[in-house]
């Protein structure tokens, strides 16, 4: 080690009680604002002034004062202490994270395989922070998002941008027409709306983001659907399809519970058909409350970075499996 070095490595620890010494010149104020003994203040007063090769403080009475060389060196001194006291409040901002909390509202069909992939990624950095989960309608999320409930939302469509609002795209995925295994539609390549028209249709209530897809696919189609069920969840409209009591459309959902009849599966089963639709897709995306600078939890800026920027590439082998 340099000369130079071993002369920081010696004053490093003694540079707290060297910039205290400068404010009070007086030992005794210093040990007792500091905590420590009288004799270690004299101690690291006595190795400072070997170290550097020059008296720094001489005595003054009871009390002491600073020769010239230690009036020189005291702005150092603080400067260097003022900056690392500046390196030690950003690692405690990014480490508030440990026990910071993020308050996320989601829609169910996200709850399976995105929102556990995103959290998974964050929490592999962060792992104490927190998370409030809320799952519901689209409209529900969007609506504790504006009332401040929650700090991001999860939602597809994602929601538009807004005065209020701010939102970033993060993946788009295909719709599919689901149906019963034994359905005349099952081994078909592909399917149209025009070939379930009068058809039972398991829905997704209103105020779904899934309910705002089909409707205007419906729409494009021209005519509505007979609604048999309307479900406010995925899997429960997925039972119902399975056990042949209408058709639905809905994200990809992996494979079917069993497509043969036998006494274990009830004959319960249904199969994905790609849809021959333009419409026939649905965008996700994350949102949040326009906030003043400097106010958003450290916390929920930190997930919400990561999401917009690496939540894409994070989504996309996700998303190519369910699209297969």
């Known amino acids: 080690m340099e000369p130079d070095q071993k002369q920081l490595v010696q004053l490093l620890p003694l540079l707290p009680v ?3 010494l400068g404010r009070t010149e007086h030992v005794t104020e210093t040990a007792e604002l500091l905590g420590v003994p009288q004799s270690t203040v004299s101690r690291a007063l006595a190795r400072a002034s070997a170290v550097v090769g020059i008296e720094l403080l001489v005595k003054d009475g009871r009390g002491v004062r600073l020769t010239p060389a230690a009036r020189t060196l005291l702005p150092y001194i603080e400067q260097a202490l003022t900056a690392f006291q500046a390196g030690l409040d950003v690692v405690r901002d990014e480490s508030d994270v440990a026990r910071g909390r993020v308050s996320l509202s989601f ?11 995103l959290i998974s990624a964050f929490r592999s950095r962060h792992p104490g922070t927190v998370f409030t989960l809320s799952q519901g309608a689209r409209n529900a999320c969007l609506d504790e998002l504006a009332s401040g409930e929650s700090d991001l939302a999860l939602t597809a469509p994602v929601a538009p941008p807004g005065r209020n609002v701010s939102s970033a795209p993060l993946y788009r995925e295909p719709l599919r027409l689901v149906v019963h295994h034994s359905h005349p539609l099952a081994a078909r390549p592909a399917a149209r709306l025009a070939d379930i028209r009068g058809e039972p249709f398991v829905a997704l209530g209103a105020g779904y983001g899934m309910r705002s897809h089909t409707d205007a696919l419906f729409r494009e189609a021209g005519y509505r659907p007979r609604i048999a069920f309307e479900s ?5 409209a997925r039972g119902l399809v399975s056990a042949g009591l209408g058709v639905s459309i809905l994200p990809p959902g992996g494979d079917a519970p069993g497509r043969t009849v036998s006494p274990e599966t009830g004959n319960l089963g249904w199969v994905e058909v790609p849809l021959e639709s333009a419409l026939a897709f649905r965008e996700a995306g994350l949102s949040w409350r326009r906030r003043k600078p400097g106010s958003e939890p450290v916390p929920v800026r930190l997930f ?8 894409p590439g994070l989504l ?3 998303v190519r499996q369910r699209s297969r």
Do not use: I, N, Y
């Open 18 to 20: 060297l910039a205290e």
């Open 107 to 117: 829609q169910h069909t996200f709850g399976e395989a995105t929102l556990p992939l």
């Open 232 to 236: 406010q969840d995925s899997h429960t």
């Open 304 to 311: 919400r970075d990561m999401v917009v920027t690496e939540g």
């Open 316 to 318: 996309a082998g996700l």
